[in-house]
């Protein structure tokens, strides 16, 4: 009598056989036999060459994926992300078939006991979703039979929810004057309190693009793809805008005499984040001079975009288009001619409300 072990696993690879060529997507007719048992013992030779617990996230993500975020500042956000999961994990590797729903429950429940804030919690398990999925798709091919990693553990995940974003960051007339009206001696306060007022006047500029702009007209036309989101939108969150009359000195001021960017802060600090840093510490002096504590530089920004909206009846679109924010309605922008006048209009609006 024939063991009923062999005969249950001849009957798992008849059934997975005919599974392929069911998957043929054409008759089986126009193989011959040979052809046909070529193809079948091949296809079982690719999949008995997979790894039998998948792959690598680590070594995916650290090889693969962060060579490929061109971003600094976002590669240096999943950096972070790769070293808190290899905290939890406590080894040198992590195979994906290891990575279930239990797993993720786990490391949420870690994050939060290493008091991990619930913006932390939501961008690590968005990190790892992410690179995740990238790497199923990167090592499987299931039109050629390859499927190194079968498991989505994010299937029945819920992912943590994104806290609403802080409100507290607008000054108001009165603060932004007190600022205005501060004259620091020290050099590093004097270039923060510059670029808090470029951004106010500038529909809340980034750092970012302070720092990346090249484009500056003779009518002083600023032109420019917002760094942080240029690499994700088909329009690279192209922005155009007037430079005030009111602060056109301090472009001035600034200009790279080399032309290379519109201003010389990249020759200044060799980094983005260094510039950043020097921003920020000297807005943190600017405030507590100003009465104004714990002031930081996007909070030029918020008072732009509350403003404009707030005390100038702006609509939040307009707002939006100004602060270079990914439309709503995209389809219906489609249809659209870009005008970039309205831009100006709404900057114009908010400068003459805190200044003039």
Wanted: one cysteine or more; glycine letters at 4%; aromatic letters at 10%.
């Amino acid at each position: 009598m024939t063991d009923p072990y062999i005969q249950a696993r001849l009957g798992e690879r008849i059934l997975r056989l005919n599974n392929e060529i069911l998957d043929l997507g054409i008759s089986p007719d126009t193989y011959t036999a040979k052809n046909l048992k070529d193809y079948l013992l091949k296809q079982e030779e690719r999949q008995a060459s997979l790894p039998l617990h998948g792959i690598d996230l680590f070594e995916f993500w650290e090889k693969d994926f962060l060579p490929s975020v061109r971003n600094q500042r976002t590669r240096l956000l999943y950096v972070t992300s790769l070293n808190r999961l290899r905290a939890f994990v406590s080894g040198h590797e992590l195979r994906t078939s290891c990575i279930n729903l239990h797993f993720l429950l786990d490391y949420e429940d870690w994050l939060r006991k290493e008091h991990v804030g619930a913006r932390g919690v939501n961008l690590y398990m968005t990190h790892l979703k992410r690179v995740f999925m990238l790497a199923k798709d990167f090592h499987n091919d299931e039109e050629q039979g390859i499927v190194a990693i079968p498991n989505n553990p994010f299937a029945k995940y819920k992912m943590p929810l994104q806290p609403p974003p802080k409100r507290k960051g607008s000054l108001n007339r009165e603060q932004v004057r007190a600022i205005l009206d501060c004259e620091p001696q020290e050099k590093q306060v004097r270039l923060a309190k510059d670029c808090f007022l470029l951004s106010l006047c500038l529909a809340g500029i980034n750092s970012a693009d302070l720092y990346n702009v090249e484009i500056l007209t003779p009518d002083y036309l600023l032109e420019y793809d917002r760094t942080k989101t240029c690499s994700r939108r088909a329009d690279r969150a192209h922005q155009k805008i007037h430079v005030p009359p009111f602060v056109r000195s301090l472009c001035d001021r600034y200009r790279d005499p080399y032309r290379k960017k519109v201003f010389v802060f990249h020759r200044r600090y060799s980094t983005l984040r260094g510039f950043n840093r020097a921003i920020n510490a000297g807005l943190k002096k600017l405030g507590e001079a100003c009465g104004i504590p714990g002031l930081y530089y996007y909070q030029a920004r918020h008072t732009f975009a509350s403003v404009a909206h707030n005390e100038l009846k702006h609509s939040i679109e307009d707002v939006a288009k100004c602060l270079a924010h990914a439309p709503v309605m995209r389809v219906t922008v489609g249809y659209v001619k870009e005008d970039f006048s309205i831009v100006d209009e709404v900057n114009q609006d908010v400068v003459r409300y805190l200044f003039e």
